[in-house]
């Protein structure tokens, strides 16, 4: 007699299938996300082209934007995005993107009000489209996006020395190289003038959560002073993370002076400590970031040079340490009194004539 199939599939055969189908549709839901962002772009694209055209060819003035917002929003009421402002962006992001393939292949990639920021506050177009790719690469907010054009991270990126193209074998050294800046700006710190190392370290793991925007995505937190005991001595490093896209451990070692050569052999030591003691078979090569006040290329490079293990040198700008071309465009403290002083003055006298 025929076994009389059963009405419903194993547990573990229907656990696959619901699993399999859930991964379909997520997967059918981000490239539909993503394919109506395009077109949003896109559309914001024609519409700021339009504009432009007509201001620039037929000589129409500014107000067309009022009256085209107050029409739009009439006739789309369900439709955000027409609002005057937003009008207005579209416009700049035509004028700052003239070729419709870039806004398809390069701004279409990430979101409008990214896009918004980055017209806003990059006016290169290299920089512009540097930061697409990296905003694409990384998945930044565009919180994260805004202070990592803040902190200048497309001057800073690259700056430092390391041996990673050597060391480590690709994709892993570019990957490597672009988490490396120089310098890493901690304006959220306020040390003293005498302040050591252990100063900083302390400092830097009170604010975590901000060294950890400053160092970059990816890094997750192990430790500081991490401890290690080799050949039945004590060693302590600085700071110790984990990088989730590189799949390695990264030590960081923090000094308040200059780069001095014998600081790579201190690296290369606890490099090598790390990827015999902690080192897992399926993670890569540990990394080592020597952070210094200021370095000199050429003997860090040199320094470098025969060293095996990835290891970089870059440097730290601590809040309150300002470049000399801020520092001229600053007032100085008496012209801040003055200042002070005749808004003191003026407030006095308006309540007077108020009294």
Known sequence: MPKTPPLFPSDENYSSLLNELKQRIRSAQIKAAIAINQELILLYWQIGREILFRQQQEGWGSKIISRLAKDLKREFPDMKGFSQRNLKYMRAFAEAWPDEPIVQQA????????????IERVKDREERLWYIQKTVENGWSRNVLSMQIESSLYQRQGGAITNFARTLPNPQSDLAQNIIKDPYHFDFLNLAENAQERDLEKALVAHIRDFLLELGTGFSFVGSQYHLDVGGEDF????????????????????????????????????????????HSSDN???????????????????????????????????????????????????????????????????????
């Open 285 to 355: 090569p540990t990394i080592g970031i020597i952070l210094c006040k200021t370095k000199n290329k050429t003997i860090a490079e040199y320094s470098l040079q025969d060293v095996n293990k990835p290891i970089g040198v870059s440097t730290h700008r601590i809040g309150g340490d300002l470049p000399d071309t801020l520092k001229d465009s600053l007032p100085s403290v008496e012209q801040l009194e003055t200042e002070i002083n005749t808004v003191v003055a003026n407030a006095e006298e308006l309540d007077a004539e108020v009294d």
């Open 107 to 118: 701004a279409a990639q990430i979101p409008w009000f990214h896009n918004c920021v980055l």
């Open 236 to 279: 302590y490093i600085d700071l110790l993370f984990y990088h989730l896209q590189l799949r390695c451990f990264v030590v960081i070692d923090l000094k308040m002076g200059d780069f001095r050569p014998e600081f790579s052999g201190k690296m290369n030591f606890y490099v090598s400590a790390i990827d015999n003691l902690m080192r």
